[in-house]
């Protein structure tokens, strides 16, 4: 089960849409300890292996969901 991690940047028109492995547990636990450390930056592997790294400094928000991306038909 892969997890989508949005993530906004302050003064960014665009947010990073990241497609983990990890759990919403393990993502939010990231975030928080990043954030709690004060100048640090959270660093997310994608489920390619690619590495996206934001500093928590600029963070405008995260939500994490579970990625709805390959369903066919109408969702609800």
Known sequence: MTVEVKIGV???ARELVI???ETNEAVAKLVQDAIAAGEGVISLTDTKGKVTV???AKLAYVE???STS???GFRS
């Open 19 to 21: 497609e983990t492995g």
């Open 54 to 56: 934001v500093p928590t």
């Open 10 to 12: 302050q003064n960014t």
């Open 64 to 66: 994490i969901g579970r």
């Open 70 to 72: 390959g369903q066919v």
